[in-house]
């Protein structure tokens, strides 16, 4: 094959036509090789600045900057096929907590599984939530098999996350394009794990059956219940009783002058 090249190549040249032209007509002779296109690398998601600026999640990233546990989450996001959901307390969420030191006697291990508790290794949108909470709603999250949540969705599209403890609902979605989901949260999330089951609620008392359009006088007003006037139901009450007594004693008193 190279010599039959050579051979055109010398007979262009003898005649005299410029090695350019010879290029230009012995170029389609040879095939270009056509290298697939690469593929594009997911998006880079800086988490520590995104929850930052994204809203009042100063105390969450305080504590998984202090548990090295944002390395670990950005990891995830940005190294495997999975991607991440994080359910991000809010600052006034750990406020409500009701002891002051529920987090303060946590030991080193206790305080990085429950941060890994709010977090699944796993991208999941808002309408994956829907399937999730019918197929599979006890989800293992990043802190092990032993840390799960129950997530479910409500007549009215409303999804929560049950961690035993607490039951808050997604408040809103932060930022969600695959491979992160941020969704806020009011409630820390509290691992039976760690905190052991927590007392059963006493439950709510019964409304009393009353039929339709009649009061139910077994049923008191509260004390602080007010009419149009701005006045308690229970002011209101005793107001009456006293201008009872008055008209009861002003009666027995005339009837008494009558008498003698």
């Keep these: ?22 290029q230009t007509i ?10 697939p296109a690469p593929t594009p690398s997911p998006p880079y998601v800086d988490l520590s600045n995104l929850l930052t600026v994204a809203g009042p999640f100063h105390t969450f990233l305080r504590y998984l900057n202090r548990e090295k546990l944002t390395e670990t989450f950005q990891a995830q996001a940005n190294n495997t096929d999975d991607g991440i959901t994080i359910f991000v307390p809010t600052d006034e969420a750990f406020s409500k907590l009701k002891t002051p030191t529920v987090l303060s006697n946590l030991t080193k291990n206790q305080m990085r599984s429950l941060l890994l508790y709010h977090a699944i290794p796993q991208y999941y949108s808002l309408s994956e939530f829907t399937s999730l909470s ?3 709603p006890i989800t293992t999250t990043f802190a092990g098999a032993a840390y799960q949540l129950n997530i479910t969705e409500n007549s009215g599209g409303v ?12 408040s809103s979605s932060v930022f969600s394009t695959k491979p992160v989901a941020l969704y806020e949260i009011h409630r820390v999330l509290l691992p039976i794990k760690i905190f052991g089951t927590p007392p059963p609620q006493p439950p709510s008392p019964a409304p009393s059956p009353e039929m339709p ?16 006037d701005g006045v308690s139901t229970h002011q ?7 201008y009872c007594n008055s008209i009861v004693v002003y009666c027995s008193g005339l009837l008494l002058f009558l008498l003698l």
């Design 26 to 35: 012995l170029s389609p002779m040879i095939s270009p090789v056509s290298s």
């Design 1 to 22: 094959m190279g010599h039959v090249l050579f051979f055109i190549f010398y007979i262009f040249t003898m005649m005299g036509v410029s090695p350019s032209i010879s």
């Design 213 to 228: 359009g009649i009061p139910n006088d077994d049923v008191a007003d509260s004390p602080d219940s007010k009419g149009d």
């Design 236 to 242: 209101r009450n005793i107001g009456v009783k006293k």
């Design 159 to 170: 999804i929560r996350i049950d961690s035993g403890w607490s039951n808050p609902k997604i």
């Design 134 to 136: 019918l197929d599979s």
